[in-house]
Structure formats: C-alpha cells, structure tokens
C-alpha cells in the first residue's frame, strides 16, 4: 500500500501552479510544423513495432454546461446536431485505418467528452460496429474498454446496451451530493441518479465503476465534503478521483459564472483534500497518486505494485505498451515517440474529412532528451521511484552528470523530507507524494521557459 503523509505547511510552501504531466513534453510544445503528413509518415513506421493500439474517441456533446468545466464541448439541446459529427467520425476511422496494420490489436479503448452518452443508442451501437470493421478489437472481454458516463444521461438500458456493444469499465462524475454546490455549479444530478447506473452497471458485469469528485468548488466545507465521501465510500466504487478544482475564468469562459466569493479559501480546501485522503485511506483505498485511489485489488494499484503503472492523456493507464489513435475534435494521439492532436472546431473537423484528410492540426515528434526526460518523470509520477541504474543503462548515459543541474535543485526538496536520493534510486517518501508534480517539474526542461499562470496549481 502506497504511505501517505499529509504536511500542511510544506504544501502551502509548495504549492505552484505546474503541469500534469498527462504528457511530455506537455501540449504547450505543440507545434504546426507538425502536420498531417508527419503524422502519417510517423504511423506508417510504426507498424514495424507491432505495438498494440489504444483508440480515443472525442464526443464532445453536452445538454447542459457545467460552469468548472474545462473540456473541450459543445453544448447544445440539439441532439441532431451529433449527426454530421457521428459521419465525420466514422470517415475519420476509416482513414486512421488506412494507415495501422490491421494485424495490430486494439487492447484499450475509450469514449470521452463532453458526454459520449448524449447520442443515441443506435448511433453508439453503429460506432462501435464502424470501429469493429476498420481495427482489430480484441474480443472475448479481453480490452480494457471504458466510457464516460453522466448519469443524467444513462439509464439501466444504456448502461445494458454499453456492455453489450463491449464496454466493460466506466467512469461518471458525481463532484458533490450537495444541492447548493450542485446548484451553484448548475450541475442538478440526484444521488439516486448516480446509484441506479452504479447499480445498473454491476448487474451487467462491468469490471471496474470509477467516481470522480472535484474539491474547491463554491459552498464546499469540510463537512459538507464528508457527507459526499461517505456516501460515495458506501457506493465502494473500484476506483475515485478527486480533483482539485482550478479556477481559471480567463481561460474557461463558463467559470464566469461561478461566484469567487463562494469558493471555499486556502485553507479549508487543504482541509478538505486532508479529510479526503484520511477517509479513503481508512475505507482502504490505495493512494495511486495525482488525485486517484483505487481499491487493493483494481488494475491500477496492482500496476503501480509491480512497477507497470503508466500515465497518458486520460491519466493513468496500464496500458504503456499501446499506440493510442485519437479521433474526434481536439484528441491527442500518441503514436511512437511522437504527440499530435486533432483541429479544435468542427468546422474545422469537418472541412479536413470532407478533403479526406486526416485532422491533425499540431503536434511534437520527441527528440531524444524529450523521451529520456518523459522516462524519468513517468517512473516518478507512477511509481515514485526511478532506479538510476535502468536508467542509465537504457539510455547510455552518467545521471550524475546528465542531470547535475536536476540533482542540485532536488537538494532542498530532499532537506525537505520530500524525497531521498541515493547512488542507485531516487524516492519519493510520503510526505512528497501529494507534491509529486513539484518533483517531476524539476526533470521539465521545457518548464523555464513556461509561464505559471497557464497550469493548474498543484493542489
């Protein structure tokens, strides 16, 4: 079980805004010169790998804003509107096929948003019929398939029908159970709402039911907080996030809307993230680190237990061993060492795939300092541990020497209790988990050039 130690005082003097190292070099790296073309030239190549694949799919419908939202989305009552969309998809598949080994399996696949649910269930059977067709999905439950549900927009023959057409693991969010935080972040979603999917869910068989909290939001206390915990705890789902709720109105239009005033201060959010870890921890859950507990026996703490955990754009993964196709709006892909990410409107999307083209917008292709640095804060970030040794010997070079300047800027934290740094390892100790990101920032060397205010604090 991953130790834990919470320090109040070290976290506030601590606590920056920095990336979350779903990726690095993180998405502020991508440029245009990487294009379509580089894309498939760079696909192309891997199929010498015969990696498995990882396919993303972007729905980015919504009936009804959240106002902390910061995802890509469309909100609309239209649902009509998901057609042209559903056909660009289907299009894109088949060009994204065009450029895979049909003999590569799709170990892993998922469907994000917006609300993948807000189309119907015969436009959710043909997508996944479409993607069947063009990739080679392993069969026999074998995948680690999963969607993102909002339980305002599932019911028990939705959730049948997701099992049906090869879903076996969903995460939903729930982000408080109380009323005035619901109303005040226009997110009206009723406990017996979220209970009758969990429900719905088990009496399909899904494999894995995975919650999602936001902590920080407007009229949240300490107490209130643990009415939520308790009852989500009483659910026992296999895995639960809480999030840290960023307030960045300037750059997420919605969070206009939220009044600061009733954001809950410094200090009584450091008290609720303390609450919620002691709670987890007692009802025993795994801290996985960066928000994420998971029960014992889940995926991902077995992962982090044998040393496999790893850590994409949909946070962390077991899947390290996988291409990962992004389709839809705004998705990022990760294709060898290379990152490219889809055009951000649908226009835009839509323009690209009536061209036939593939709708790559952007991206980075890792040199190698890129992908020994994506090494070094991957094993931190997952397994809060780097054996110094591996590293040198998978990359050819002297750490000491290589990261001199790494080494030195880690003396504080190391005088700090954060972490220990010998000859052979680097390890983070409990009190440095919750401030991991601080770590791996050392490792950044994009960082310097960076401005804060476009990251997330921290905690």
Request: aromatic share 10%; charged share 25%; with cysteine.
């Amino acid at each position: 079980m991953t130790e834990l130690t919470f320090d109040a005082e070290l976290i506030r003097r601590y606590d920056k805004a920095g990336p979350r190292y779903t990726s690095y070099p993180t998405a502020l790296q991508f440029h245009q010169e990487f294009t379509a073309d580089t894309y498939r030239e760079i696909a192309l190549a891997s199929n010498q790998s015969a990696r498995p694949l990882s396919l993303y799919f972007h729905l980015p419908f919504c009936d009804t804003i959240c106002y902390y939202c910061a995802c890509n989305k469309v909100v609309t009552k239209d649902r009509a509107r998901a057609v042209p969309y559903l056909e660009a998809l289907h299009k894109e598949i088949e060009l994204q096929a065009e450029v895979f080994d049909r003999t590569r399996a799709v170990t892993q696949l998922h469907w994000g948003g917006g609300t993948p649910t807000f189309i119907s269930h015969q436009q959710m059977r043909d997508l996944m019929q479409h993607t069947r067709k063009h990739f080679n999905l392993v069969e026999d439950d074998a995948g680690e398939f999963s969607i993102e549900i909002d339980p305002r927009e599932a019911n028990t023959e939705t959730i049948k029908l997701l099992r049906e057409i090869g879903f076996n693991r969903l995460s939903m969010g729930v982000q408080d159970f109380d009323p005035a935080v619901q109303k005040a972040v226009n997110r009206i979603q009723s406990e017996q709402e979220t209970v009758d999917v969990i429900q719905a869910a088990r009496d399909c068989g899904f494999y894995s039911i995975s919650l999602d909290l936001i902590y920080g939001l407007p009229h949240q206390t300490e107490q209130s907080f643990a009415n939520t915990l308790a009852r989500v705890i009483e659910l026992s789902p296999d895995r639960i996030s809480v999030f840290n709720y960023a307030h960045l109105p300037e750059l997420f239009k919605p969070q206009r809307r939220i009044n600061v005033e009733d954001l809950p201060g410094p200090a009584e959010k450091l008290a609720i993230l303390h609450q919620s870890i002691d709670k987890l921890t007692d009802a025993g859950y795994v801290y996985i680190g960066m928000d994420h507990f998971a029960k014992p026996d889940d995926e991902l703490a077995l992962a982090q237990a044998n040393g496999s955990l790893y850590r994409n754009f949909q946070g962390y993964s077991t899947h390290a061993d996988c291409d990962m196709v992004a389709m839809g709006i705004t998705s990022i892909g990760m294709v060898a060492n290379s990152y490219s990410q889809n055009v951000k409107t649908t226009d835009e999307y839509y323009q690209h795939i009536k061209q036939n083209q593939l709708p790559v917008f952007r991206g980075i292709e890792l040199n190698d300092d890129d992908v020994l640095r994506r090494f070094v804060i991957t094993e931190l970030i997952c397994n809060f541990v780097l054996d110094i040794n591996r590293t040198e010997q998978a990359y050819q070079i002297t750490f000491t020497e290589y990261f001199a300047k790494e080494l030195q800027a880690l003396q504080q934290m190391q005088a700090d209790g954060l972490l220990e740094v010998t000859a052979g390892y680097i390890r983070v100790q409990p009190v440095g988990k919750l401030l991991i990101r601080n770590i791996c920032m050392v490792f950044d060397h994009y960082l310097q050039q960076q401005a804060e205010k476009q990251f997330s604090r921290v905690i």
